[in-house]
């Protein structure tokens, strides 16, 4: 984890022009992590990379709600985070995370990236599926059918009934054993896909873990391609404005749903390092909606529905 760390911020410095700024930091009740946060950088408005680890004997009430059998147990848990806020409302915010947690006899790994574009490139969104798609493809055929929808279920903000981006990939509970889906939705897509699958044979902690480490590296190759292509695309305050508002869909997302930040918070993590996700600038409008046949407009009604875009053909 330590090592994807490292890699996603040697290419982001190299892509921006500026340094991260490191922080470690360790926790009373065991473990600490590395947090690295670059801030008004030609590219990125603010990106933090994270590294945690840690430990203690209570479990979290998220963790029991969703493992009971882990109770009674001490527990670890490590894993590498990433929210990038570009500055060009052209370049979309990208979120990233992957982590391994044990309790006892239970273990599992989980994480997933996705993207979220301010304004809309159906070949950018392909781009970003189908390099997620290889990386999948490598490991086990059924990955990307499985945990493209369950991203698009995942990061979803049910009080707005929209999605948050265009997806990307989510799995988590992955001990190796059928279903691949363990999700809270058994009539959806994911559920109803995973569940027509045939048996197959278990995977090993080092395969997961394999699978787990080329997902990290599918970082790079799928976003920065995107970063150049927009970066320098001009742009004005109807943009700018744009931008900040639909930023508040991103923090509403990590203060309600987000599994990271409530395991985080909840095992008295370092506040700062969780809260790194959240934009530096973000406005709200009441009752807002798109004026018609705009590119605002096209993202509501296009890209904020589940879409194939693996097999998207311009």
Not at 65 to 91: C, D, I, W
Not at 182 to 192: S, Y
Request: net charge negative; hydrophobic share 30%.
């Amino acid at each position: 984890m330590k090592t994807i760390q490292d890699e996603i911020c040697h290419g982001l410095e190299t892509a921006d022009g500026g340094k991260f700024r490191e922080d470690s930091w360790e926790r009373e009740e065991g473990g600490g992590g590395r947090s690295r946060v670059l801030t008004e950088g030609n590219l990125l408005e603010q990106g933090g990379v994270n590294f945690s680890e840690v430990w203690g004997h209570e479990l979290p009430p998220s963790i029991l709600k969703q493992r009971p059998e882990a109770a009674g147990h001490g527990f670890y848990a490590t894993g590498t985070s990433m929210v990038l806020h570009p500055r060009n409302p052209y370049v979309p915010t990208i979120h990233l995370n992957y982590r391994y947690f044990e309790a006892g006899p239970v273990w599992w790994f989980g994480g997933g990236i996705d993207l979220t574009p301010y304004y809309p490139f159906a070949e950018d969104a392909a781009h970003f599926h189908q390099t997620l798609k290889q990386a999948c493809d490598k490991h086990h055929p059924q990955y990307y059918p499985v945990f493209k929808p369950w991203c698009d279920e995942y990061f979803y903000l049910n009080h707005r009934q929209e999605m948050r981006g265009v997806g990307g990939i989510f799995f988590d509970y992955q001990d190796g054993n059928d279903p691949l889906y363990r999700g809270p939705h058994p009539d959806k897509e994911a559920a109803i896909y995973s569940n027509q699958l045939p048996a197959s044979t278990p995977r090993t902690w080092e395969e997961l873990f394999a699978f787990v480490n080329d997902c990290g590296r599918s970082f790079l190759p799928a976003y920065l391609p995107i970063v150049e292509r927009r970066r320098n695309i001009e742009y004005g305050d109807r943009e700018r404005q744009f931008q900040l508002y639909r930023r508040g869909r991103y923090v509403e997302f990590n203060l309600v749903y987000d599994r990271g930040t409530i395991f985080g918070l909840q095992t008295n993590g370092r506040t700062e390092s969780i809260l790194m996700s959240l934009p530096p600038l973000v406005r709200w409008e009441y009752c807002y909606q798109p004026e018609a046949n705009t590119p605002e407009s096209q993202l509501y009604e296009v890209f904020l529905k589940p879409q194939d875009w693996a097999n998207w053909q311009p």
